[in-house]
Antibody, heavy 118, light 112 residues
Framework: QVQLQESGPGLVKPSETLSLTCSVS?????????WSWIRQNPGKGLEWIGY???????SYNPSLKSRVTMSLDTSKNQFSLHLTSVTAADTAVYYC???????????WGQGTLVTVSS | QPVLTQPPSVSGAPGQRVSISCTGT?????????VHWYQQLPGAAPKLLIY???NRPSGVPDRFSGSKSGTSASLAITGLQAEDEADYYC????????????FGGGTKLTVL
């Protein structure tokens, strides 16, 4: 079955760019799914960040849109998240997940904690 | 502020039944978009519990059930067990926010 795994720095300085990669195994990233990022601030709920479609088209949460970009690397079966100008409010566990229109997120990666601190 | 509204907490004794509500609007649940539920144990990623309003993935006990009516949905858990203590989230799709998936704020279930 499809499995997802996040990777990237666990510590990012304020004002810098947070970059994470999600590696997909057991299936092709070029299949017809929306590859998404979701985050969870410590002790808080889940927030959808955005998705990248296998075609490369994207959609982002309006609250983060000005700072988010996502990209695909089909040769590595990976997709990535870049969040610029981070602050302490961006400290969170970041999950990658697969979704289709009007469907649930499934599966999820195990999540990776990113702390924004100098 | 979460788009979908859930109670912050619910509790029940072992063996009892509890219900968690999820209230949306006409642009998400009320627009006939499906509702999905996740269980999140401490330190773990969310796990899909109910999909498409009422369906259970393979391996989820039939003690868990979902329903939807109008702009709201509910998750019911019968025969409460200690292992059910977790956070529960509802999720849907919203057409007013330019192609967005939305979550509830989460409900902490405490088994007394």
């Amino acid at each position: 079955q499809v499995q997802l795994q996040e990777s990237g720095p666990g510590l990012v300085k304020p004002s810098e760019t947070l970059s994470l990669t999600c590696s997909v195994s057991g299936g092709s990233i070029s299949s017809g799914y929306f590859w998404s990022w979701i985050r969870q601030n410590p002790g808080k709920g889940l927030e959808w960040i955005g998705y990248i479609y296998f075609s490369g088209s994207t959609s982002y949460n309006p609250s983060l849109k000005s700072r988010v970009t996502m990209s695909l690397d089909t040769s590595k079966n990976q997709f990535s998240l870049h969040l610029t100008s981070v602050t302490a409010a961006d400290t969170a566990v970041y999950y990658c997940a697969r979704v289709r229109y009007n469907k649930p997120f499934d599966p999820w990666g195990q999540g990776t904690l990113v702390t924004v601190s100098s | 502020q979460p788009v979908l509204t859930q109670p912050p907490s619910v509790s029940g004794a072992p063996g009892q039944r509890v219900s968690i509500s999820c209230t949306g609007t006409r642009s998400n649940i009320g627009a006939t978009y499906d509702v999905h539920w996740y269980q999140q144990l401490p330190g773990a990623a969310p796990k899909l519990l109910i999909y498409d309003n009422t369906n259970r993935p393979s391996g989820v006990p039939d003690r868990f059930s979902g329903s939807k009516s109008g702009t709201s949905a509910s998750l019911a858990i019968t025969g409460l067990q200690a292992e059910d203590e977790a956070d529960y989230y509802c999720q849907s799709y919203d057409s007013s926010l330019s192609d967005s998936w939305v979550f509830g704020g989460g409900t902490k279930l405490t088994v007394l």
